[in-house]
């Protein structure tokens, strides 16, 4: 069935620096990627999402990459701080079909002071 | 509260229990879900309604049960769980289960306890 691997599984850096996420999915007919972030004992929440006919978008210190051909996508964040702590998770929608997601294992940031 | 609110938002409970969670959403969407969040694992898609009717069931035992009675409000029926079905249970929803806009919106989670 379809699947989406995700990498780093953790991550800790400065704050200041860069983090960079990356994630491949494996059914072609996908179309909308979001990116969600969970901070402890909360929901998830979007963050920032790409479509298929897009190969990059930007919102102030993110921004997210993606390579059909190659089937995978990456979430950048710039000047790190610790409030962009917390869990981060990719998606692919099965098909064409937004709302139903699968989802990947997880990222969890860590931005040191 | 406005946005995807659950109740309870802990539950234990023993393996003959019978219990259900509810969700209730006031952001006038058409499509509702059940996604389940284990430790070390992905958000796993359970259910998914859509207008009121069920438009996926991911192979989840019969041992969960939704039911959904209008566009707002999405239950999951428990009964004789497994320790192993220990998890957050999130509900979600959104527009509409395809077309233009996927963005999901969760609620906060029932933290659920088999014993």
């Known amino acids: 069935g379809e699947n989406v691997e995700q990498h780093p599984s953790t991550l800790s850096v400065q704050e200041g620096d860069s983090a960079v996420i990356k994630c491949t999915y494996s059914?072609?007919?996908?179309?909308?990627f979001p990116w969600y972030k969970q901070e402890l004992g909360k929901r998830p929440q979007l963050i920032i999402d790409?479509?298929?006919?897009?190969g990059e978008k930007k919102d102030q210190r993110i921004a997210v990459t993606l390579n059909k051909t190659a089937k995978h996508f990456s979430l950048h964040i710039t000047e790190t701080q610790p409030e962009d702590s917390a869990v981060y998770f990719c998606?692919?929608?099965?098909?064409?079909?937004?709302?139903?997601?699968?989802f990947g294992q997880g990222t969890e940031l860590s931005v040191k002071p | 509260e406005t946005g995807v609110t659950q109740t309870p938002r802990h539950l234990v409970m023993g393996m003959t229990n019978k219990k259900s969670l509810k969700c209730e959403q006031h952001?006038?969407?058409?499509?509702m879900y059940w996604y389940k969040q284990s430790a070390k694992k992905p958000l796993e898609l359970m259910f998914v309604?859509?207008?009121?009717?069920?438009?996926e069931n991911n192979s989840v035992p019969s041992r969960f049960s939704p039911e959904c009675p209008n566009s707002s409000h999405l239950f999951l029926h428990l009964h004789t769980l497994q320790p192993e079905d220990s998890a957050l249970y999130l509900c979600?929803?959104?527009?509409?289960?395809?077309?233009?806009?996927?963005?999901?919106?969760f609620g906060e989670g029932s933290r659920l306890t088999v014993l």
């Open positions: 059914d072609s007919a996908s179309n909308y």
């Open positions: 790409i479509r298929s006919n897009v």
């Open positions: 309604y859509s207008l009121e009717e069920r438009v």
């Open positions: 979600a929803s959104s527009q509409a289960a395809g077309g233009a806009t996927g963005e999901l919106f």
């Open positions: 998606a692919a929608s099965i098909g064409n079909q937004g709302g139903k997601l699968i």
């Open positions: 952001l006038g969407h058409n499509a």
